[in-house]
């Protein structure tokens, strides 16, 4: 793969955030040993990145709380927002119904992602969900240590949760869906000034100084932008619903297409909405009929077909492994699948692969998967007592959080106390109840 | 109780649950303000802001996202509208800089790369300000509030890759800014690198 060194600067960025991949990092360290011009750009960052992390945390104002609360005891609280408040609702709930009414609940909750993934699920019975995707904390620390060539500087402090994602094309998620060579066939573009005089935005997503009513939801806003367009959300796949100002007003940005991703298909009309985010009025649309020139010319691979590629890539077989994750999702506006699986000696492998059934990426670690806990070694209730037992003084009704976390694959409650003005941040192994953390702030 | 209690309790009027919520966020609601605001005053104005229209807008506030990433998003666009009130009642620039970066009481640095280190600080600041809304914001959620990519995007209301973009972009306008004023160059010595003892300004690898 050749990549420009402006790509670079991304991996760059991204790696001080602990947020690459092994490979990745290793394509990184390997580049930046022969591009003096990446060196530099890394040193800058490292400098940035370490003057940021050195800035204090001010203390907070003398008797703020204080401040504020003697406004909060002045200020009413806006109302909640009536079930009934708006004609177009009714429109919302007849497509909501439609939608159930076939199954196709899945578009209703959040974006693209959640759709597509839950679209699979539906149809694959296999769909493991058990371990939630990038599970590898250490993995930035090893591979650091393992690269020569890098500013010790860059070993500490940086190295933070690991999440794997590929690098997305930036803020453009229409473009990125609807992959390679589209031609635009016909260009329907309205836009309607539609503005009754609409209520101010709701204080609750800005400002103090804004008046009293409550913004819609996405999901409402999604449903007025399919009614709109005759469709159903068994129809489309969305790919973003963002509120955003425009004009002086809060609007959400509805974007789908249509038909939905699942179907194979030679074009696909694309939407594109502004729905008053007060109101639920229409402000503008567009609907462009796009060819989908080369569409994958073989049918997408199943779920199986997925987990064989990468069984076969692994050299292994499937009484080899045990999956923990095969999923649909979006990456790069095209999809991939995630699959995940481990081998009896704790070998963790970690694949993408498109719907073509090339692989995208993959990831292997040799020993970092452990098994989930048995559960219920160490009670909730014991992990409550163990928590206490460390801040003295401190009851039950101190506990701010008590979550049952998986931590690569082991069992911890994190527990958070507030307790005499102090925030207490304890980790308690669900296995052995040790204390893994302790940790208070003033 | 927990947060979760509080918030419920407080969006249906509980002015003390409210002050509970007020004092275990006002730290993290200040330091995010003052990053986005640049200066004490407008920090404290912004943050206090955001308090008031989480307890105006709480009864709405559904539990959708996390009682503090809704917090951080009302922090974001209380210090945008303190910002604009700023620049719509003084036009002219502001002469005093920044607040004064403390010096950090740490290990021991030579007094000349403490002095580097605090000028770099100072220069950082000041150039986060001259950054945009939204390239400041990710940054400043990303470094000093220490949030995840995920974390930000749900703050932000954008997609992950969106945010990955525009925390590298705003790196890259911050590292612009401060090379163009001379704070980044001899900071950190650039290794001799293979490439560079031979000569080759070669900016494009094969992998």
């Given at each position: 793969?050749?990549?420009?060194?402006?790509?670079?600067?991304e991996l760059i960025s991204e790696f001080l955030d602990g947020e690459l991949?092994?490979?990745e990092q290793?394509?990184l360290?390997?580049?930046?040993?022969?591009?003096?011009?990446?060196?530099?750009?890394?040193?800058?960052?490292?400098?940035?990145?370490?003057?940021?992390?050195?800035?204090?945390?001010?203390?907070?104002?003398?008797?703020?709380?204080?401040?504020?609360?003697?406004?909060?005891?002045?200020?009413?609280?806006?109302?909640?927002?009536?079930?009934?408040?708006?004609?177009?609702?009714?429109?919302?709930?007849?497509?909501?119904?439609?939608?159930?009414?076939?199954?196709?609940?899945?578009?209703?909750?959040?974006?693209?992602?959640?759709?597509?993934?839950?679209?699979?699920?539906?149809?694959?019975?296999?769909?493991?969900?058990?371990?939630?995707?990038?599970?590898?904390?250490?993995?930035?620390?090893?591979?650091?240590?393992?690269?020569?060539?890098?500013?010790?500087?860059?070993?500490?402090?940086?190295?933070?949760?690991?999440?794997?994602e590929?690098a997305?094309?930036?803020?453009?998620?229409?473009?990125?869906?609807?992959?390679?060579?589209?031609?635009?066939?016909?260009?329907?573009?309205?836009?309607?000034?539609?503005?009754?005089?609409?209520?101010?935005?709701?204080?609750?997503?800005?400002?103090?100084?804004?008046?009293?009513?409550?913004?819609?939801?996405?999901?409402?806003?999604?449903?007025?932008?399919?009614?709109?367009?005759?469709?159903?959300?068994?129809?489309?796949?969305?790919?973003?619903?963002?509120?955003?100002?425009?004009?002086?007003?809060?609007?959400?940005?509805?974007?789908?297409?249509?038909?939905?991703?699942?179907?194979?298909?030679?074009?696909?009309?694309?939407?594109?909405?502004?729905?008053?985010?007060?109101?639920?009025?229409?402000?503008?649309?567009?609907?462009?009929?796009?060819?989908?020139?080369?569409?994958?010319?073989?049918?997408?691979?199943?779920?199986?077909?997925?987990?064989?590629?990468?069984?076969?890539?692994?050299?292994?077989?499937?009484?080899?492994?045990?999956?923990?994750?095969?999923?649909?999702?979006?990456?790069?506006?095209?999809?991939?699948?995630?699959?995940?699986?481990?081998?009896?000696?704790?070998?963790?492998?970690?694949?993408?692969?498109?719907?073509?059934?090339?692989?995208?990426?993959?990831?292997?670690?040799?020993?970092?998967?452990?098994?989930?806990?048995?559960?219920?070694?160490?009670?909730?209730?014991?992990?409550?007592?163990?928590?206490?037992?460390?801040?003295?003084?401190?009851?039950?009704?101190?506990?701010?959080?008590?979550?049952?976390?998986?931590?690569?694959?082991?069992?911890?409650?994190?527990?958070?106390?507030?307790?005499?003005?102090?925030?207490?941040?304890?980790?308690?192994?669900?296995?052995?109840?040790?204390?893994?953390?302790?940790?208070?702030?003033? | 109780?927990?947060?979760?209690?509080?918030?419920?309790?407080?969006?249906?009027?509980?002015?003390?649950?409210?002050?509970?919520?007020?004092?275990?966020?006002?730290?993290?609601?200040?330091?995010?303000?003052?990053?986005?605001?640049?200066?004490?005053?407008?920090?404290?104005?912004?943050?206090?802001?955001?308090?008031?229209?989480?307890?105006?807008?709480?009864?709405?506030?559904?539990?959708?996202?996390?009682?503090?990433?809704?917090?951080?998003?009302?922090?974001?666009?209380?210090?945008?509208?303190?910002?604009?009130?700023?620049?719509?009642?003084?036009?002219?620039?502001?002469?005093?800089?920044?607040?004064?970066?403390?010096?950090?009481?740490?290990?021991?640095?030579?007094?000349?790369?403490?002095?580097?280190?605090?000028?770099?600080?100072?220069?950082?600041?000041?150039?986060?300000?001259?950054?945009?809304?939204?390239?400041?914001?990710?940054?400043?959620?990303?470094?000093?509030?220490?949030?995840?990519y995920?974390?930000?995007?749900?703050?932000?209301?954008?997609?992950?890759?969106?945010?990955k973009?525009?925390i590298s972009?705003?790196?890259?306008?911050?590292?612009?800014?401060?090379?163009?004023?001379?704070?980044?160059?001899?900071?950190?010595?650039?290794?001799?690198?293979?490439?560079?003892?031979?000569?080759?300004?070669?900016?494009?690898?094969?992998?």
């Amino acid at each position: 793969m050749r990549r420009s060194c402006e790509e670079y600067e991304e991996l760059i960025s991204e790696f001080l955030d602990g947020e690459l991949s092994k490979e990745e990092q290793l394509a990184l360290m390997k580049h930046m040993s022969g591009c003096p011009v990446c060196q530099k750009y890394f040193d800058d960052l490292v400098a940035m990145h370490e003057a940021m992390e050195e800035m204090e945390v001010p203390a907070v104002p003398e008797g703020f709380a204080e401040r504020v609360m003697a406004q909060v005891r002045e200020t009413k609280q806006d109302p909640a927002p009536k079930k009934t408040a708006f004609r177009w609702k009714r429109w919302a709930a007849l497509a909501a119904c439609c939608a159930i009414a076939v199954g196709g609940l899945w578009a209703f909750r959040g974006g693209r992602k959640d759709s597509s993934q839950a679209a699979v699920t539906a149809n694959m019975p296999y769909a493991y969900q058990g371990v939630p995707a990038g599970d590898a904390p250490e993995e930035a620390g090893e591979a650091l240590d393992s690269s020569a060539g890098l500013p010790d500087t860059a070993a500490d402090g940086m190295v933070r949760s690991v999440m794997r994602e590929d690098a997305a094309e930036p803020d453009a998620p229409m473009a990125a869906a609807a992959p390679a060579a589209e031609t635009p066939k016909s260009t329907q573009d309205a836009v309607l000034e539609n503005s009754p005089p609409a209520p101010e935005p709701a204080a609750g997503y800005s400002s103090a100084k804004q008046a009293d009513s409550t913004l819609l939801e996405a999901e409402d806003a999604r449903n007025i932008a399919l009614a709109h367009a005759g469709l159903t959300a068994e129809d489309v796949t969305f790919t973003a619903t963002k509120l955003d100002w425009e004009d002086g007003k809060q609007v959400y940005e509805v974007e789908f297409f249509s038909p939905s991703a699942q179907y194979d298909s030679a074009e696909r009309t694309e939407y594109d909405y502004d729905i008053d985010a007060v109101t639920g009025a229409v402000v503008k649309y567009s609907a462009e009929k796009k060819d989908l020139a080369p569409a994958p010319a073989s049918t997408p691979i199943a779920a199986e077909d997925a987990r064989a590629k990468a069984l076969a890539h692994a050299g292994l077989t499937a009484a080899d492994v045990t999956f923990t994750k095969t999923e649909l999702d979006w990456e790069n506006g095209k999809q991939v699948y995630e699959v995940e699986f481990y081998t009896a000696a704790g070998a963790e492998y970690d694949y993408e692969i498109d719907t073509a059934g090339e692989i995208v990426r993959f990831d292997y670690d040799a020993e970092s998967y452990a098994p989930p806990a048995s559960a219920g070694t160490i009670t909730r209730e014991k992990a409550r007592e163990i928590a206490l037992g460390k801040v003295p003084g401190a009851s039950a009704d101190h506990i701010t959080k008590l979550e049952l976390d998986d931590d690569d694959g082991a069992a911890v409650y994190e527990v958070e106390i507030v307790y005499g003005g102090v925030e207490y941040d304890l980790e308690i192994s669900g296995d052995t109840g040790a204390v893994l953390e302790f940790e208070a702030e003033g | 109780m927990t947060v979760e209690e509080l918030v419920r309790a407080a969006a249906k009027g509980d002015e003390n649950a409210f002050g509970d919520l007020v004092r275990l966020h006002e730290k993290k609601v200040n330091h995010l303000a003052l990053r986005l605001c640049g200066s004490p005053e407008d920090a404290a104005d912004a943050a206090q802001e955001a308090f008031l229209s989480a307890w105006k807008g709480l009864p709405s506030f559904r539990g959708e996202a996390d009682f503090s990433t809704w917090l951080y998003r009302l922090t974001c666009n209380a210090s945008i509208d303190v910002l604009r009130r700023e620049k719509r009642q003084r036009e002219t620039v502001s002469l005093d800089g920044p607040a004064p970066v403390p010096d950090l009481p740490d290990g021991a640095p030579s007094p000349q790369e403490q002095a580097e280190r605090r000028e770099l600080r100072r220069a950082v600041e000041e150039g986060l300000m001259q950054l945009g809304d939204t390239h400041r914001q990710a940054l400043v959620l990303r470094e000093m509030q220490e949030l995840s990519y995920e974390e930000i995007a749900a703050v932000m209301e954008v997609d992950l890759g969106t945010v990955k973009s525009r925390i590298s972009r705003a790196r890259a306008a911050l590292r612009k800014i401060l090379q163009k004023n001379g704070n980044l160059s001899g900071y950190l010595p650039s290794k001799p690198s293979v490439a560079a003892q031979k000569g080759g300004g070669q900016h494009e690898e094969k992998l």
